[in-house]
């Protein structure tokens, strides 16, 4: 079955006068997964996303906005908490993104479109909640990707350093940190948005590459820190208790986040239904593996009391082992490498989120407009490139970067809750990928991640619920008036939400199926 796609608003009242369902009735509206599908498929009849991710560069996508500068200063923050058990911290914390990342591979199998969390929350909850799940996306991907910009300065610097040369605070640092503008950080996220803007194939490709180099940095320290392992550091193992676990669990949770970054790319994946849930699945044990790894080196190599005040342990760990100072020019070229391969991935999902939104209505067309030369949203990548670059070089983030974590863990809940919904509405849907264990496991992902939200500050949440008032205002100020599915009379969306197949057979996915 062919299903139209919508390109514009139905005259659903007599003469064409457009006929919208009151307040209510469009907030709990939800978009048909076949819609959202076809449209994606035929984008209005103009051009759409190429089609030329596997496995391997869906993998790598979710891998390098999730492994980054967080091992690099989270672990040494972490230790004293737990003591020698930081590994198993690091094992709970990733059993609890697990948790989260099953049900975002059921969702991706089933609706590979573009628009990750949000349409998968617009499938199930309707447009109130898909707003308020899209909101929270644009505070995650755009703030937290301009927070890790900013540290690209300090990196910049260590490795100067080694040449006997440093940036000054004025040119290195955003205002309010001893700066005036950070420049190594605009400069990061300006060659991001051009590599974003000239192709998806590629920014892929030097994502992966870049992905290999810093595995490789995290597993040379591995390497490293064992020729001095001594197993005597880890006892007593549990020194704080199983609370220290569990507080260590909680703060090294958000080392983890970023793995539904390949979930952003189903529109661009040869065979999505397939290859979106292996690739999160495999990117959630490339980093819970090497994370858990780091942490046995590191204890294995010092006692936990060392930790304690200690900045950069990593980087000590290996100038102590070794005696060759340059061992930190190595740490510091990872560490803008892995900022950069954050950066590069955090954007491009940001900018596939925005065209999904676009695409329904909710902001303004521009985000969705498709170069037929590139394949890639141009115009959109180059407002979102532009708004993430000044933010890191003039806005001293503070409490705004640690909200991107509530916007995150909201998210992660809605699509627990969405695999829950689905499975009781809409059995007869094709799965590629089942969650296990279910409900349990979506009913458990849901509550770690209203756990983790209820022990977060005050502050945070005060500036959550600031970014939420401003998102109601975006909504009833450009949303609500131009909502493509709100604008479909009854019968149109009767039928669109009556019982079909969700998906259609490309011919990039038959011939990827072909054997």
Request: charged share 10%; hydrophobic share 50%; proline share 6%.
């Amino acid at each position: 079955m062919t299903v139209p796609t919508l390109t514009g608003p139905a005259t659903g009242a007599p003469g064409g006068t457009p006929s919208r369902p009151a307040l209510g009735a469009q907030l709990l509206r939800r978009k048909p997964i076949a819609q959202m599908v076809s449209e994606a498929e035929n984008n209005a009849g103009g051009p759409r996303l190429v089609r030329s991710f596997g496995v391997l560069q869906l993998t790598m996508i979710s891998v390098g906005a999730t492994l980054g500068t967080g091992i690099l200063v989270i672990l040494g923050e972490s230790v004293p908490l737990a003591g020698p058990a930081i590994w198993i911290s690091f094992a709970i914390a990733g059993l609890a993104a697990l948790l989260s990342a099953v049900s975002y591979a059921e969702m991706a199998g089933m609706v590979p479109v573009a628009g990750s969390s949000y349409s998968y929350t617009y499938a199930t909850m309707g447009e109130g909640m898909a707003w308020i799940c899209g909101w929270c996306l644009v505070l995650e991907y755009a703030v937290s990707v301009a927070a890790v910009a900013v540290g690209a300065g300090q990196y910049v610097n260590e490795t100067l350093a080694v040449f006997g040369s440093v940036l000054p605070d004025a040119v290195s640092q955003p205002p309010g940190d001893g700066g005036l503008v950070n420049i190594p950080a605009m400069v990061i996220v300006v060659l991001a948005t051009i590599l974003l803007v000239r192709g998806a194939k590629e920014s892929a490709w030097i994502n992966t590459s870049i992905v290999v180099v810093k595995v490789g940095i995290l597993l040379f320290f591995c390497a490293v820190a064992f020729t001095a392992f001594n197993a005597g550091n880890f006892e007593p193992l549990l020194p704080m208790g199983a609370a220290g676990v569990s507080a260590a669990a909680s703060r090294v949770f958000f080392s983890y986040i970023g793995f539904d970054a390949a979930s952003t790319a189903g529109e661009e994946a040869r065979n999505p239904k397939r290859d979106l849930p292996r690739a999160i699945m495999l990117s959630m044990l490339i980093v819970t593996t090497i994370y858990v790894l780091v942490a046995v080196a590191a204890i294995g190599a010092r006692p936990w009391g060392w930790f304690d005040g200690t900045e950069a342990a990593l980087v000590k760990i290996l100038e102590e082992t070794t005696g060759q100072p340059w061992i930190a020019l190595v740490f510091a070229v990872g560490a803008v490498l892995a900022i950069a391969s954050i950066v590069l991935t955090v954007l491009y999902g940001q900018t596939r989120i925005l065209m999904s939104m676009s695409r329904d209505g909710l902001i303004p067309s521009i985000f969705g407009r498709v170069s037929r030369r590139t394949g890639t949203p141009v115009a959109g990548t180059l407002l979102v490139g532009t708004a993430v670059a000044l933010t890191a070089g003039l806005v001293p983030l503070g409490a705004l970067a640690d909200a991107t974590s509530i916007g995150t863990l909201f998210a992660f809940a809605l699509v627990n809750v969405a695999v829950i919904y689905l499975r009781r509405t809409r059995p007869e849907l094709e799965r590629t990928f089942r969650v296990p264990l279910f409900p349990l496991t979506p009913i458990l992902g849901a509550a770690m991640c209203a756990y983790l939200m209820a022990n977060l500050g005050a502050d945070t949440w005060v500036v959550f619920a600031v970014w939420m008032l401003v998102g109601v205002a975006a909504y009833f100020g450009y949303g609500r008036r131009n909502s493509r599915v709100a604008a479909m009379s009854n019968e149109e969306y009767r039928e669109l939400s009556g019982p079909q197949r969700p998906t259609q057979q490309t011919p990039e996915t038959t011939k990827a199926e072909t054997p």
